[in-house]
């Protein structure tokens, strides 16, 4: 009976045993390629970017495809000024922006003690010289030019950008027409005190660079950024009386905070906005009113 009792008791403790073991191997370990294939599979990042509506808007749009392959989902969000988008992003309300050159972050860094730098450097908007006032552009025969400085009459009104930069690289686009001169060594931070020679006595009336377009109708002419002459419906290769040239060194670029640039994500934005798609994008949508600087 007792030999029974224990043959029974050690058949029971097998069983139990071999039923553990069973339910530890009925999952299968994963293989080293299941697990490299779910360490690969992107993990999903959102990143805001601020930028005015065109053309900046416009090209980020072109890269959300490219970045949503990446796991990465881009959110614009669309300022029509120059300020806000550089405080937004030193408040960290935004992960980076695209609306401005070099100078201007430059400047207005300083200006505000913000610690704002760039990666990607894509394009170039030639800015111009926009009228209702004078002869119109499109009624030139083929190969005759305007003498602007003969057509403006005298004490006309030219609106300009009235932040420092834009200012300056206004000032220098009407010298380049003949319409006033600067003092010798007066570059991009020049200022309506730096006029040397304004012979039809132009006025300058400076004004915030998102303001010109509306001003159009009230002024003689006025220097608009191509931004906002875009989104007035002007082409900058058509109406344009006088234009930068594509050489300009006014890159727009892709600004981020000082300390971001390993930031995986900003990187690939970067990447994306320097691709071929872009730049075709660009040179086919706004043929030569916006440059490629890539």
Do not use: W
């Not at 599979?41 to 808007?57: E, F, L, R, Y």
């Amino acid at each position: 009976m007792k030999k029974t009792l224990t043959l029974l008791l050690i058949l029971a403790l097998l069983t139990a045993l071999i039923a553990g073991c069973g339910g530890n191997g009925s999952k299968e370990p994963q293989s080293n390629e299941s697990q490299n294939q779910a360490e690969e599979q992107p993990q999903n990042t959102v990143i805001k970017v601020g930028a005015s509506p065109v053309p900046h808007a416009e090209i980020l749009n072109v890269v959300k495809p490219m970045l949503e392959k990446e796991g990465i989902t881009l959110e614009i969000v669309e300022f029509t000024d120059y300020n806000q988008p550089n405080l937004r992003l030193a408040d960290k309300d935004i992960d980076a922006n695209y609306f401005q050159h070099i100078p201007y972050l430059e400047v207005f860094s300083k200006d505000h003690n913000l610690d704002l730098t760039y990666t990607a450097k894509v394009h170039i908007e030639p800015m111009g010289l926009y009228s209702k006032k004078l002869k119109d552009i499109k009624e030139l025969k083929e190969g005759e030019t305007i003498d602007l400085l003969n057509e403006l009459k005298e004490g006309a009104t030219i609106a300009i950008p009235n932040d420092p930069t834009n200012g300056g690289r206004a000032l220098l686009l009407l010298q380049s027409a003949g319409i006033i001169m600067l003092k010798d060594g007066a570059g991009i931070n020049a200022t309506v005190a730096d006029i040397a020679e304004n012979p039809k006595k132009i006025n300058l009336s400076e004004l915030e660079a998102a303001m010109l377009p509306r001003v159009l109708d009230d002024v003689d002419a006025a220097v608009i950024n191509t931004n906002y002459a875009l989104e007035a419906g002007l082409v900058p290769t058509e109406d344009a009386y006088v234009i930068e040239s594509a050489d300009s060194p006014y890159v727009n670029i892709l600004a981020i905070r000082k300390g971001d640039e390993e930031r995986p994500e900003l990187k690939k934005l970067a990447e994306a906005l320097n691709s071929p798609d872009v730049k075709k994008f660009i040179e086919e949508n706004y043929k030569g009113a916006v440059v490629p600087a890539f």
